[in-house]
Nanobody, 126 residues
Framework: QVQLVESGGGLVQAGGSLRLSCAAS????????VGWFRQAPGKEREFVGV????????RYGDSVSGRFTISRDNAKNTGYLQMNSLKPEDTAVYYC???????????????????WGQGTQVTVSS
């Protein structure tokens, strides 16, 4: 089992940047694919991106591709979501998720992940 805790959310102006962290404890972090999702009020949870266990492969949702970058440091048991060129429509609660039984190639759905963090709020003002 793995426990996930997100941090780094906050209020930022449009065009700004934030970096979210996802700290993991428990089982070997490097065994897990790590995904990022977001959920705005009244909307379904949206896939943001995913990183492979080694960190060598990533995939992104269309709405963030080219602006967001996912990385991880397995030695620190931490994943990261670097968000640049933020827009008001990026406002949401951001979640990290992990699963050891999936692959980054297909892990784009909420049901692909077993473990979730509590979420961190990101608000982008215009």
């Amino acid at each position: 089992q793995v426990q996930l805790v997100e941090s780094g959310g906050g209020l930022v102006q449009a065009g700004g940047s934030l970096r979210l962290s996802c700290a993991a404890s428990g089982h070997t972090f490097s065994s897990y694919v790590v995904g990022w999702f977001r959920q705005a009020p009244g909307k379904e949870r949206e896939f943001v991106g995913v990183i492979s266990q080694s960190g060598s492969r990533t995939r992104y949702g269309d709405s963030v591709s080219g602006r967001f970058t996912i990385s991880r440091d397995n030695a620190k048991n931490t994943g990261y979501l670097q968000m640049n060129s933020l827009k008001p429509e990026d406002t949401a609660v951001y979640y990290c998720a992990a699963d050891a039984s999936t692959t980054y190639l297909t892990a784009t759905r909420r049901d692909d992940y077993t473990y979730w963090g509590q979420g961190t709020q990101v608000t982008v003002s215009s």
